[in-house]
């Protein structure tokens, strides 16, 4: 029987449906059958950086929490230990590396091992903790699908839905009122979310950051359909989705405040239709789903997804792959090195996803 131990645990980046599942069943396995005790770390690899954000997390603590969306523990994407933000006595800000006190502050507690669930931004750090001397283990999750060590993270599915949903109810109004929808959909430099939802919902073009747009294509369907009898026509396209020669839509540049993270993506959908209010007649309306995609309950896929992860993730523990994460390869579980958690994955424009949806008639604007 291996020996129990003392793991912390934090959740870092967007939150995203299925985090809780993820602690529960870590928690419950962990507790059941190695009698280990788990340390909550909150807001990320803040709650190892900044004093008071530490608590027990015992098994009482993951009731009722399966359904619920969001994270019990807290999150950030703005708490690079290696990059850490601090205010300068003139005002200004500078960053600094804190490692070492991670480090430090993991040994205060006391802690064999830390359980680290996230993205690549969470699992990269962890990465790199390890590289300094620190047991890590990751479980990875994204809604945009798109690291590289795994073929599905847990958030995915979930969302998937919630934007087939939303296209779905847009199909009404668009057809009441003979009017073009544009729905704007997460997903960063990655198009999974807005293919497959697109294709589920039913949309009649759909713009993804793998494949550069041109408007005339997309007016070439608007004009085919409305020969056609259909009036209404729906475009699902990606935050990162841009027109031949054109640059990202960015909602937001990133502060000048060092480790506040990425530049935040938003308007493509705007951008796609001023581009189309010079060629057509017909109202268009944009609909950004923005953080309605990250919330809520999460659907069972997910739920069982995370819950698989958090139950693999002691395996390692118990095998000693430390510097290591869970990852569903060909519907199995597996291990691979937290190294390959980057944000690499992306939709092949070749791929048969593609192919299929084009020979069904659906606009890429290509």
Not at 19 to 27: D, E, M, Q, W, Y
Not at 115 to 143: F, M, W, Y
Not at 196 to 210: F, K, R
Not at 221 to 234: Q, V
Request: hydrophobic letters at 35%.
């Amino acid at each position: 029987m291996p020996q129990p131990l003392r793991l912390g645990v934090l959740t870092g980046g967007g939150d995203c449906p299925g985090l809780n599942a993820l602690i529960r069943g870590l928690v419950k396995r962990g507790v059941h059958e190695f009698g280990h005790t788990f340390v909550g770390i909150e807001n990320g690899y803040m709650g190892l950086v900044e004093p008071d954000l530490t608590r027990p997390l015992t098994e009482e603590d993951t009731r009722g929490i399966l359904p619920k969306g969001g994270t019990i523990l807290g999150t950030s994407n703005k708490a690079n230990p290696f990059e850490y933000a601090f205010k300068k006595e003139d005002g200004t800000w500078g960053v600094k590396d804190v490692s070492d006190e991670v480090l430090r502050r993991a040994e205060e507690l006391k802690l064999d091992g830390l359980v680290a669930i996230g993205g690549d931004g969470t699992l990269t750090i962890g990465h790199q903790l390890s590289e300094k001397g620190l047991r890590v283990v990751g479980c990875p999750k994204t809604i945009d699908n798109d690291l590289s060590g795994t073929d599905q993270t847990f958030g995915f599915d979930t969302a998937r839905g919630i934007c087939t949903e939303a296209i779905d109810r847009l199909h009404s109004t668009a057809e009441a009122h003979d009017r073009v929808m544009v729905v704007e959909i997460m997903g960063r430099h990655a198009g999974f979310l807005t293919l497959d939802s697109g294709i589920a919902g039913g949309a009649d073009v759909i713009l993804i950051p793998e494949i550069p747009y041109r408007i005339e294509p997309i007016v070439e369907k608007i004009r085919r359909r409305g020969r056609r009898k259909r009036s209404f026509s729906i475009i699902a396209i990606a935050e990162g989705a841009y027109p031949v020669g054109g640059t990202l839509a960015v909602a937001e540049q990133a502060e000048d405040i060092p480790g506040r993270g990425v530049v935040r993506l938003g308007g493509a959908g705007k951008v796609c239709a001023d581009l189309l209010a010079r060629h057509i007649e017909a109202e268009i309306r944009v609909t950004v789903l923005g953080h309605l995609q990250r919330g809520g309950t999460p659907s069972a896929a997910d739920r069982v997804l995370a819950t698989l992860y958090g139950c693999k993730v002691l395996d390692l523990v118990r095998d000693g792959e430390w510097d290591h994460m869970v990852a569903l390869r060909q519907g199995k579980i597996v291990t691979v090195p937290l190294s390959e958690s980057r944000k690499e994955r992306r939709v092949n424009p070749n791929g048969e996803e593609v192919r299929f949806a084009k020979s069904m008639g659906i606009s890429f604007g290509d």
